[in-house]
Nanobody
């Protein structure tokens, strides 16, 4: 049984930082590309960042480039999202998801291509 569990969310002031871990079990971690998505109330789910199964390429939405960093620890079956210089517009539910490794980078931001999702962790940034 595959389990994807995000944590680390919370309330933070603008300009602050959070690090979101996503722990995974029930699958071979490095047989998947991994992505972070977010969804704010009344808005569509959007791709934030993704990292290739090999760890050698990472991609970021323009809105978070230079502020967020995606990393992974294969030994711990854990994906991370380091979020710095947070802004109120970063407020959303953040989700971690798995994309099979045979998908190329063009699918990075396409939520429908991902087949395992966590329940999400709420990030709220106050102004």
């Amino acid at each position: 049984q595959v389990q994807v569990v995000e944590s680390g969310g919370g309330l933070v002031q603008a300009g602050g930082s959070l690090k979101l871990p996503c722990t995974v079990s029930g699958l071979t971690f490095d047989h998947y590309n991994w992505g972070w998505f977010r969804q704010a109330p009344g808005k569509e789910r959007e791709g934030v960042s993704c990292i290739r199964w090999s760890g050698d390429n990472a991609y970021y939405a323009d809105s978070v480039k230079g502020r967020f960093t995606i990393t992974r620890d294969v030994a711990k079956n854990t994906l991370y999202l380091q979020m710095n210089s947070l802004k109120p517009e970063d407020t959303a539910m953040y989700y971690c998801a798995a994309l099979p490794a045979y998908y190329n980078d063009a699918y990075c931001a396409l939520a429908h291509a991902y087949n395992y999702w966590g329940q999400g962790t709420q990030v709220t940034v106050s102004s």
